[in-house]
Nanobody, 122 residues
Framework: QVQLVESGGGLVQTGGSLRLSCTAS????????MGWFRQAPGKEREFVAA????????YYADSVKGRFTISRDNAKNMVYLQMNALKPEDTAVYYC???????????????WGQGTQVTVSS
C-alpha cells in the first residue's frame, strides 16, 4: 500500500499561483510514477500532469501545459504541482495518485489521495 496526502490547496484570484504537495508513505516511493488529476463539480476526473519514477519525464494535459509544473523529490517522498497563471476553470478538487506504469489514464493508477480543493476566483 501507498498512502498519499495532498496539501496546499486554497482560494486564489485569477492569475495567481499555488503549489500543491503530496506526501507519500508506505511502499518504496521511487517505484511509482506519480500523477495529479482534478475533478470539478459535475465533471469527470481528468488528468493534469504526471512524472515518471525518476523524474526524468513529465506529461501534461494541454489545458495546463506552460502554466503547471510537476516535480518530485524521492528523498523526501514528495511530489509537487506548481500552478501558475490560474484560471477560474482550474477550480476543482486535485488528487495525487501513484502507479507503477502510469501516465495519463486514471485506471493506470493504483493509489489515490483524498484530494485538496483549489478555487480560483474571477
Amino acid at each position: 500500500q501507498v498512502q498519499l496526502v495532498e496539501s496546499g490547496g486554497g482560494l486564489v484570484q485569477t492569475g495567481g499561483s499555488l503549489r500543491l504537495s503530496c506526501t507519500a508513505s508506505g511502499r518504496t516511493f521511487s517505484d511509482y510514477a506519480m500523477g495529479w488529476f482534478r475533478q470539478a463539480p459535475g465533471k469527470e476526473r481528468e488528468f493534469v500532469a504526471a512524472v515518471t519514477w525518476s523524474g526524468g519525464s513529465t506529461y501534461y494535459a494541454d489545458s495546463v501545459k506552460g502554466r503547471f509544473t510537476i516535480s518530485r523529490d524521492n528523498a523526501k517522498n514528495m511530489v509537487y504541482l506548481q500552478m501558475n497563471a490560474l484560471k477560474p476553470e482550474d477550480t476543482a478538487v486535485y488528487y495525487c495518485a501513484a502507479g507503477r506504469l502510469a501516465i495519463g489514464a486514471a485506471d493506470e493508477y493504483e493509489f489515490w489521495g483524498q484530494g485538496t480543493q483549489v478555487t480560483v476566483s474571477s
